[in-house]
């Protein structure tokens, strides 16, 4: 495989969520990048793990919401 060739990948298995509803897991992802950064800083690069995961399994509509929401301080999680 080249560099310049991009590698998809989906979200593994997280046996916290074993039902084929992964709403809960695209949701806790999201949550566990944002606190990974608050906690770890924003170049602690373990914490892409869970971004990864939220990328490939949440609708992007939700995320851009979600970080809507963060901007304006109306975010209904603590993170």
Do not use: H
């Not at 074993?18 to 608050?38: E, G, H, I, M, V």
Request: charged share 25%; hydrophobic share 25%; glycine share 2%.
């Amino acid at each position: 495989m080249s560099k310049d060739e991009i590698v998809l990948e989906t979200a593994p298995f997280d046996p916290r969520f074993p039902n084929t509803n992964q709403t809960r897991y695209c949701y806790q992802s999201y949550l566990d990048f944002y606190r990974c950064r608050k906690v770890r800083g924003e170049n602690y690069e373990p914490c892409n793990y869970f971004k990864k995961v939220y990328s490939s399994i949440c609708p992007t509509s939700w995320t851009e919401k979600w970080d809507s929401q963060r901007a304006e301080g109306t975010f209904p999680a603590t993170i």
